[in-house]
């Protein structure tokens, strides 16, 4: 399960505030990790609060403020399998209507956001959201694609490895955020005693009675299962950043935001010609993007 469609909530949205409409029941142990809303009709004079919830907890909260017609979060909230999610309406300031969306699970954090594109597009219609959401879905995933790992941060549970006969187990993301559980043929391995971490690689090493000079391997075909939590709790400044520049020339590529395919700039005042991207990310993007990128191939059983 990857994508799960909100139930769309047609026309006025007033008299579902503080009703809970279901959702899911995930019929295995999930991570939350994005959810979306889109309305027909914006929030005028006030702003539109949509609660994502199980039937006690609150899970995400999507705020669509005065004019906003499209907004989502990101996190990493883990679901147990068969629990009920809802999506509740918490507040609401005008009519606001015909709300739709989806959750997103163990996949597509956002690396920006619509609001954040369209300041730096200065844009402040409502109109182009929808596409603009679609632009940013497609370019996070391309980012994280191009790094080679995820980089917002999610928990893990039970990944399978497989021993290669050497030292070092790689992990598929880092940083490595606080103790991750590995357990060998099923049983439980002491941190500091029988591996140590390196949080900022995401590589594991085996060790030999709490001496982490004396190193040990992980045997040909080990059955090595991991649980933990990797990436970053906040999206990097400046990945942050290239990712906003690469949405918003992305927009300028479609009919709504020029259709000036490749164009990235021009000075026709001073004698300038027009300058064209070939493609791909934009040339200050690709260069912050290779600071991250460490492309791997991790040990899966």
């Known amino acids: 399960m990857d994508r799960v469609s909100l139930p769309t ?14 959702i899911v029941t995930p019929l295995a142990d999930a991570t939350l990790t994005a959810a979306a809303v889109t309305v027909l009709t914006a929030p005028s004079g006030g702003s539109l609060v949509v609660e994502i919830r199980t039937a006690s907890t609150l899970l995400a909260t999507i705020t669509l403020a005065t004019g906003e017609k499209t907004n989502s979060t990101t996190g990493s909230v883990a679901v147990a399998s068969g629990t009920q999610l809802f999506v509740r309406v918490a507040s609401l300031v005008g009519t606001p209507t015909d709300l739709s969306g989806y959750l997103a699970f163990n996949a597509d954090v956002l690396l920006t956001s619509v609001p954040r594109v369209k300041e730096f597009l200065g844009v402040t219609g409502t109109d182009r959201d929808a596409l603009l959401l679609e632009i940013v879905e497609a370019e996070s995933r ?8 995820p980089v917002a941060q999610r928990t893990y549970t039970a990944e399978r490895y497989r ?41 594991i090493e085996r060790i030999i009675g709490g001496d982490e000079d004396a190193t040990l391997e992980w ?52 004698g300038g010609a027009a300058q064209f991207s070939p493609g791909g990310f934009l040339p200050e993007v690709r260069e912050v993007l290779d600071r991250y990128r460490e492309v791997r191939v991790p040990w899966r059983g």
């Open 142 to 149: 391309a980012i994280e694609g191009w790094i080679g790992r």
């Open 219 to 270: 045997w040909q075909g080990a059955d090595i299962e991991v649980d933990s939590v990797r990436g970053y709790a906040t999206v990097p400044t400046d990945l942050r950043l290239a990712a906003t520049k690469q949405c918003a020339h992305e927009f300028k590529q479609t009919q709504a935001g020029g259709g000036r395919l490749g164009l990235i700039g021009s000075a026709p005042d001073r």
């Open 9 to 22: 909530i047609a026309g006025d949205l007033a008299p579902f505030v503080g009703v809970d409409v279901a």
């Open 163 to 203: 021993g290669m006969g050497s030292r070092s187990l790689v992990l598929n993301g880092f940083p490595v955020i606080g103790s991750p559980v590995l357990r060998l043929s099923g049983t439980a391995l002491t941190i500091n005693v029988d591996f140590k971490v390196g949080a900022a690689d995401g590589i």
